[in-house]
């Protein structure tokens, strides 16, 4: 029988774990979580092993990074079913902290975000960035791991949090890995669970639209063709669309007046009901106008 991880409560103790493994010359690789892990979350791990001598998973859902009326509250928690099955992947430690620890009494200190913050998820969701780097960086302190995997599908998180570590001259390395899917496409989300099965079926035209508008891309066709194209897919699957657009990978700027060579990378967001879903693709290059 596998043994479970070494669940830890505490910063102070899963920091010490990590130093004396780093001190005993172990590489020590991390995986920031929310918990109701699924197989994008294992696909993270899996990469961390393959890497790293030894794996920790945090599992914390995170209350700033939440808007007044999101979905803190009924974000799906399982801690029990989530340690088993990190057991099945031999990760040595979970840290698993309450609010008190992530956030003591009379705390006062947020970090401010920009530049890649600002548009998309940062427009519609102010204050939600600040909240995702304060917590990141938070768990970089607790956990003083050698690398740290992330998951493509929050891109856009995945550039903040980069522009974080370079701006605060943070020592740890940031590995993003490719977004898994189910067999249909779309993208794997803890979300995906509160959809009924209708909803479920209408969030296909999310990876169809982005597979559609690669294809688009390839044959030339302009920025705003292919934007213009993926918004009416998901207009007609009952998508109510926040945005839909393509941009520059590493920026998210307008690829006007960009070099040719730019990567790009298209860009979902929408609501089912009441389930806020996001998606991206990028682009392979391209030699024509993309503009």
Wanted: charged share 20%; with cysteine.
């Amino acid at each position: 029988m596998t043994a479970g991880p070494s669940v830890i409560h505490t910063s102070g103790a899963i920091r010490a774990e990590v130093l004396a493994a780093r001190a005993a010359g172990r590489r020590v690789g991390f995986v920031p979580t929310m918990g109701s892990l699924h197989a994008g979350h294992t696909s993270l791990v899996e990469r961390a092993l393959a890497d790293c001598d030894d794996v920790v998973v945090s599992i914390y859902v995170n209350p700033t990074q939440f808007g007044p009326h999101e979905d803190f509250d009924r974000y799906p928690r399982n801690l029990a079913a989530d340690c088993q099955l990190l057991g099945q992947q031999r990760v040595r430690w979970v840290f698993a902290p309450d609010t008190a620890e992530m956030y003591p009494p009379g705390n006062a200190t947020r970090i401010e975000v920009a530049g890649p913050a600002e548009p998309f998820e940062g427009r519609l969701r102010p204050g939600h960035f600040s909240g995702v780097a304060t917590i990141v960086c938070r768990l970089f302190q607790a956990v003083p791991a050698d690398a740290v995997y992330f998951g493509a599908k929050d891109w856009q998180q995945t550039l903040v949090i980069k522009q974080m570590v370079r701006d605060l001259g943070l020592p740890i390395e940031i590995h993003v890995c490719p977004t898994v899917r189910e067999p249909d496409g779309l993208a794997m989300s803890s979300r995906n669970a509160y959809l009924t099965s209708k909803q479920r079926q209408q969030a296909r035209a999310l990876s169809l639209a982005l597979e559609q508008a690669h294809v688009d891309w390839l044959a030339g066709a302009s920025v705003a063709t292919i934007t213009e194209g993926m918004s009416n897919a998901l207009d007609a699957a009952g998508i109510a669309i926040d945005y839909a657009a393509v941009v520059a990978a590493e920026t998210l700027e307008p690829l006007e007046h960009q070099p040719l060579e730019t990567a790009a990378i298209a860009l979902v967001a929408g609501r089912l009901g009441q389930t806020r879903l996001i998606d991206n693709l990028p682009l392979s290059p391209r030699g024509g106008a993309t503009c």
